[in-house]
């Protein structure tokens, strides 16, 4: 459990890590754009050839969306702070999960096993289906590989509902709907398999 503990603190402290330099590379480059700095410097070449791996896709999407560009920018710190806290709680629920696995194997309990892989999955679940709420906005369509699979493995719970939610608006509420579904199926195992267990080991 020790180097369990030691190995999320440091993979969670390398992700958020990541996340505040990549924010800070575009906000330098914004300022250097806005400060009308020499293109051809060192220091703006570099932080272009650092950025546009980022920002490229944003503003190709954006471009598609018939969205001025010039806002890929900041649609690509927004779209960093949301992918780093998808990762860090995809981290933090498989952390959790194996903990609590470990404890209840430790304890001879076959129930709390079962309750905690549950409730990791359910959790893992959810993760998905915000996952594909993200990608499906930047327009990534059905043959990237990666929205596949999320669609295969979502639809089962959201095609129904999307049959049986009625649309407010625009709005395609069913993935909310999934979401305290989740949740409440998440509180009826706390409450049941794991009760009188702990249910975070790493916050």
Do not use: C
Request: charged residues 10%.
């Amino acid at each position: 459990m020790f180097l369990l503990g030691k190995l999320y603190w440091f993979i969670s402290w390398a992700l958020i890590t990541a996340i505040a330099v990549v924010i800070v590379l575009i906000l330098l480059r914004l300022i250097a754009n806005q400060a009308d700095l020499n293109p051809f410097g060192w220091s703006s070449i570099t932080i272009r050839r650092l950025t546009d791996p980022v920002i490229g896709p944003v503003r190709r999407t954006l471009a598609r969306m018939a969205v001025d560009p010039k806002y890929a920018p900041l649609v690509a710190i927004l779209l960093a702070i949301l992918l780093g806290w998808f990762v860090l709680q995809l981290v933090s629920g498989i952390a959790n999960t194996i903990a609590g696995i470990l404890f209840s194997i430790g304890a001879h309990s076959v129930i709390a096993t079962m309750g905690y892989l549950l409730y990791g999955l359910l959790g893992f679940y959810s993760l998905l289906i915000f996952l594909r709420i993200i990608l499906s906005w930047g327009t990534v369509g059905y043959k990237n590989r990666m929205m596949r699979f999320l669609v295969n493995v979502t639809e089962p719970l959201l095609g129904p509902l999307r049959r049986h939610v009625p649309a407010v608006g625009a709005f395609d509420i069913s993935p909310i709907v999934a979401f305290i579904i989740i949740w409440l199926l998440q509180a009826a195992v706390a409450g049941t398999l794991l009760r009188g267990w702990p249910i975070v080991f790493f916050a």
